[in-house]
Structure formats: C-alpha cells, structure tokens
C-alpha cells in the first residue's frame, strides 16, 4: 500500500476550513477555541476510519494509537492568533496519511497548544514531564483565562496519559517557518538540532497620571521603561549573540493604554532562542540586570512571571540518517541538513524517546502569518520522504 497524495492533501485543504479566517489560505484556531476542538473531533475520526483508537488526553492532546508498540509520527493542530494552514497541521496529516498507508504500526498524534496561548508547547511539555499538570493549570492567557478553564471546555478528555513506553520513537514533519529553503531552492531539510527558548512575562509598575500635565522630568513612565530596557539589552547583547540568537518583545499590554494619561503599568513578553543552553543562561542574567536597573534608575515597581523554557535538543541519529535516505531518494541534490529556529514539540518528546525532524520550505520564508504556504509539490515531498524514512525503520 502506498501514500495517496490527492487524499493527503484534501484532508489537508478539509483541516484548514476549521477556522479559516478568510484572509488567504489563513487560520484562526488557537488551542481550546471552537475551531480547534471541532478540528480535533474531526481528526479522531479520521483516525478511527484509519484504524487508529482515537485517545485524548487530560489536557486534549490527540492520539490515534496503533496495537502494541508503534512508531510515533505527528505534530500540533493548534494555531496562532493569525495562523498559517501549515504549521503543524501538515505533520498531523502526513503522519494520518502515512499510517493508513503503510502495513507496519504507525501511532499519530496532535499535541495541543504547542502555539503557547497558555504556556511553551504546553500540551507536549505536560505529556512528556516537562511541566506538572497543576503547574500548567494555573498559566493564563492574554485575557486571564487558566489552562484549567479552557480544557475543560474539551467534553472527550479522558482522565489518562498515553504511556510513552508504547512509542519506539517520534518523527515529526512540518514547514521549515524559515527562509533558508526556499531561498537555496531546495526541497527537504533534515533537522540537526532544535533551539532553547525561555519565555517570561515582565511588568514595570510606575504612577499613571495625566499627558498633558506632568511635566516628563516628574514621570514615573511605564512605557519609557520597556523603551529604555529595549534599548538596553539590545546594547548589552551585541557582543555576545550569534547572527542565530533571536529575542523578541511581542506583546505590550499597557494600562490604561489611553492617549492622554501616562502608562503606570507595562506587562510585556520576553522571549529569547539560541542552540546554546549557556548562551540562553547568560541573555537571562542580561535581562534580569538590565531590568532592575532601568527599574531603580525610573523609579518603577518590578516583577517577573514564571519563566518558561525549554533546552536545545539534537536529532536521534538512527531516525535522522533514515530521513537523509528518504531525502536523497525522493529529493536527490535538493536536500540538506538544517537546524531549527522554531520551537517544536519533538524537543518535549526528546525527553521520552528519540526523535527527529524533517521541513519542507515556507514560501518567501513566511510563517505564523496569514500569507504561510509550501507549493504542493514540496508537501508531496516531505510525504514521500516521511513514507520512505518509515518503511526503511522497519525494513
Ligand atoms: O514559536 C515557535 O517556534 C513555534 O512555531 N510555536
Ligand atoms: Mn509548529
Ligand atoms: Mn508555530
């Protein structure tokens, strides 16, 4: 039995209308929301028909279990806020795809939020022990809502985790979110590592008081804090970054965040990547220092919410070196070996089992937009190079 492209990518096109948000091939399906646990329902069933026993989790990650011990393939069916029809959603239906093609056991899984509404890969980090259900719980998203809350808005979650025991493995596609493919026209990576992240939320508390008014030399500014601070670590990080290291301020939620009265809170993401755990250790001593002093020179409150992180993981070798195979077969001289820059739940699973990764190029390197999208042709092929790559593990 083989793959059968025209089914793989109409149930790809079938998963995207869950939540579709209207602007191009774009989705809107944040963890827990309608969309997503409309589209998971759908995909258990899919698992069903494929001969699967669909299982969720407690916190909806999705299984489809194949009898007794099985190879592990899939990705997260969750989105951002503004969500690409890809990202993670073409590993959940090439891995779907693969099992009921070929004849050994092959499990699929979705995790769940592995966009982080609530946390870092929370569904993944959950599962594989990296984060205790209670702790996990009591994350809130942007608007307050717990972890808690929202899982249980999920009617079929079952009170038991999957044992990890039952997988020999984990192998996860999905598109590279990068420019680096597209650019060099090939049309496979094989992933060598995946980068640490660490994610914080940080808050300076000054004194909101009226624009027009107080004079600036009298201000106890918010904003001008993160501004100051921004400027800041970004001095302080120039001579010990790679042209790799990213770090981002994504949101800032400034209160009352209202033209005329200046801000006495700032609640601002800090979130920083690099394959090199003490690198990440170091960017975090940066950024507690620089905080506290633009804090005492302003004359703020300062606070930091939990740290999430995770640590650079490497690529199983044996899993790995049948991807390379599958790739020189399917993608000869289109293929190469790649890190990755995007954070993914095979860096949870790497705790349990070995793991590895393979991309297919974003168009223009897009992602988390969206404008995300792979030509057909490329998915086609990072499905072939999956099959491949299975059926030689089991050769
Ligand atoms: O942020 C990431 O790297 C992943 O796409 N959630
Ligand atoms: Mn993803
Ligand atoms: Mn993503």
Do not use: C
Not at 98 to 126: L, N, Y
Not at 369 to 385: I, K, M, N, P, Y
Request: proline letters at 5%; a negative charge; zero cysteines.
């Amino acid at each position: 039995m083989t793959i059968n492209e025209s089914r793989f990518l109409s149930d790809l096109h079938k998963l995207r209308e869950f939540g579709a948000s209207g602007v191009g091939k774009g989705v809107v399906r944040p963890a827990y929301s309608e969309a997503d646990i409309a589209a998971r329902k759908w995909l258990a069933q899919k698992m069903a028909d494929a001969g699967l026993a669909p299982h969720f989790d407690p916190v909806g990650n999705l299984f489809g279990l194949a009898p007794g011990r099985s190879l592990l393939l899939g990705s997260h069916s969750d989105s951002q806020p503004e969500g690409g029809w890809l990202d993670g959603a073409l590993g959940v239906v090439a891995a779907l795809e693969v099992a009921r093609s070929v004849k050994q056991p092959i499990s699929v899984v979705s995790f769940q939020d592995e966009e982080g509404r609530f946390g870092v890969t929370t569904g993944s980090a959950v599962w594989s022990g990296g984060l205790p259900l209670d702790k996990a719980d009591s994350l809130t998203d942007a608007s307050g809502i717990t972890f808690a809350e929202a899982r249980s808005s999920m009617s079929d979650l079952s009170d038991d985790f999957v044992d990890p025991a039952r997988f020999e493995g984990f192998i996860e596609l999905h598109i590279e979110q990068g420019p680096t493919l597209d650019a060099q026209g090939d049309q496979i990576g094989v992933v060598t590592d995946i980068v640490g992240i660490r994610d914080v939320v940080i808050t300076f508390d000054g004194q909101q008081n009226h624009a027009g008014t107080t004079p600036m030399h009298l201000r106890r500014d918010a904003f001008q804090a993160v501004s100051q601070f921004n400027a800041m670590i970004n001095n302080r990080f120039k001579n010990m970054v790679t042209p790799q290291t990213v770090w981002t301020i994504g949101r800032v939620d400034l209160h009352p965040n209202a033209s005329s009265i200046v801000p006495g809170r700032a609640r601002f993401s800090m979130q920083w990547r690099d394959g090199d755990a003490n690198r990440l250790e170091r960017m975090e001593e940066i950024i507690r220092e620089a905080a506290k002093e633009v804090a005492e020179s302003v004359g703020l409150g300062l606070s930091f919410g939990t740290m999430l992180g995770l640590e650079p993981v490497s690529m199983d070798i044996k899993l790995r070196s049948a991807l390379q195979m599958g790739a020189e077969t399917v993608a000869p001289e289109r293929w190469q070996k790649i890190p990755s820059g995007a954070l993914h739940d095979a860096t949870n699973v790497a705790r349990l089992m070995p793991v590895a990764m393979l991309f297919v190029p974003s168009i223009a390197g897009i992602s988390h937009d969206f404008s995300e999208d792979t030509a057909e042709s490329d998915l086609v092929a990072g499905l072939r190079v999956l099959e491949h790559a299975v059926l030689s593990l089991n050769a």
